[in-house]
């Protein structure tokens, strides 16, 4: 029958917006126009609010298999689908790791008898994310990896890392990096700076991350592969992809909300809501990641959503495990505490989570235009609500956001011509 989303406000591309209608039909975009005729059209009526290309989320922790009580690949895509998400990349530290071509296609019939949006799954680089032994990335290709990454973890061997980004290239693969220098961790849980000192926590210097960066572009460009860095949080990491970039490396990164909203500083106390990998740094690397951002230093936005028990993170500073969710408050929280103070445009926003990560990765989303996939999000930018955990769809409650007011809520979210998200009215 099809769907007509009448009157939305749809991006022009040089931060303008326009009305129009887009007309789905099967799973793709049929027609978008001023004023579409109704043909017997399921019809929806989204005038005010924004349509954006489906968001993509290039790293996000669905901790199916062996996880389960954290997140499944099904809980994990709903919160994706109630955040806007159409696509999302599943990171490969489950148990067992997706390191042979048997795991990941138990992986993928997963996806595809539970999944509510598109789940694009990573391999590891190597065999259990171990960094001993790299994994087969023809056969991984050949069975639907999506790219290559040991996450959760850095490839502590620089000769390991050279082989692998010579396979990838002999894959046309492109390797993901989490960077991190296991010999500069020194067995921190925040970052190196005046939180740790105030409370006599062991910190995580910026180095820790910043060298492995170095040395991977220098990798990099010997293998001529393209390399992908996560999570990028100080401003060493940023002049170092600076200058790779300039180099003529082929390199792109990502930052998540959270190192854009937050700075050591911020934490309140000794709440692990606030520990994740890598921790938030110093303000001065929170301005430089958003200037890096906004220059197009780093690529574009990934949340990183990495669920813990309660349990988990209950633990203490110390001993509860790195990380935080962020699938269903990323896009408010952006749009609210960016885009309304005026430090970024609504375009460079929604172009962070939508056209970005699909040219860094050549993936054919991310666009809203007649012929396309229909992977659209529906965002009611005036609405203002309070984050509130027990709300989350998400199994993890493990945000340092909650209480946060905002705009900026995805309403409806639409996978290849399916409706996977829709907001009850507020009115009702
Ligand atoms: N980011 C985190 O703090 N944790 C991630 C691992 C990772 O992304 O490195 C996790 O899997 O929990
Ligand atoms: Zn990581
Ligand atoms: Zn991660």
Redesign the pocket.
Same mark, same amino acid.
């Given at each position: 029958m099809g769907i007509l989303l009448k009157g939305g406000k749809v991006l022009t591309g040089t931060n303008g917006l326009k009305v129009q209608d887009i007309l789905i039909e099967d799973t793709k975009i049929a027609d978008m126009g001023e004023s579409l005729p109704e043909k017997g059209h399921k019809v929806i009526d989204v005038s005010g609010n924004l349509v954006t290309p489906g968001l993509i989320d290039l790293h996000v +922790?669905l901790r199916e298999p062996g996880g389960e009580h954290k997140e499944t690949i099904e809980t994990g895509t709903k919160a994706a689908a109630r955040g806007g998400f159409t696509t999302v990349a599943a =990171?490969p530290?489950t148990k067992p790791v997706p390191d042979n071509a048997a795991q990941l296609q138990w992986v993928n019939e997963k996806i595809k008898e539970t999944a509510s949006v598109r789940v694009l799954p990573y391999a590891s680089i190597t065999t259990r994310q171990a960094g001993k032994e790299l994994t087969d990335f023809e056969a991984l290709k050949n069975n639907g990896a999506f790219a290559f990454t040991d &996450? /959760?973890v850095g490839v502590q061997s620089a000769d390991m890392m050279l082989q692998a980004m010579r396979l990838a290239k002999q894959s046309d693969a492109v390797i993901v990096a +989490?960077c991190e220098e296991n010999t500069l961790i020194h067995k921190g849980s925040v970052h190196k700076g005046n939180f740790a000192e105030k409370h006599g926590l062991n910190g995580i210097p910026s180095i820790c991350e910043a060298v492995q960066i170095a040395r991977d572009v220098l990798l990099a460009e010997a293998a001529e592969a393209r390399y992908h860095v996560? +999570?990028v949080s100080t401003k060493e990491s940023v002049r170092v992809i600076k200058d790779a970039k300039a180099a003529g490396i082929k390199v792109t990164a990502e930052v998540t909300p959270h190192h854009l909203l937050l700075c050591d500083e911020d934490i309140p106390g000794l709440d692990t809501n606030y520990k =994740?990998?890598p921790p938030l740094r110093g303000n001065e690397d929170r301005t430089a990641l958003i200037e890096a951002y906004k220059s197009g230093v780093i690529d574009f936005l990934a949340t &990183?959503h990495?669920p +813990?028990s309660k349990d988990e993170k209950d633990l203490g500073m110390e001993l509860a495990?790195? /990380?935080?969710i962020g699938l269903e408050t990323a896009f408010p929280l952006l749009y609210t505490n960016l885009v309304q103070k005026g430090v970024l445009t609504l375009q460079e926003l929604v172009d962070g989570f939508t056209r970005k990560p699909a040219d860094s990765f050549d993936l054919p989303y991310g666009a809203l235009e007649i012929g396309a996939e229909a992977d659209l999000t529906v965002i009611d930018l005036n609405h203002e609500e309070k984050i509130d955990p027990e709300n989350f769809v998400s199994k993890g409650k493990n945000t340092p956001f909650a209480g946060w007011s905002c705009k900026g809520w995805p309403v409806l979210t639409i996978v290849e011509g399916s409706i996977k998200y829709e907001k009850e009215s507020v009115n009702a």
């Open positions: +922790h =990171m530290n &996450d /959760g +989490h996560c +999570h =994740m990998n &990183d990495a +813990h495990p790195f /990380g935080i």
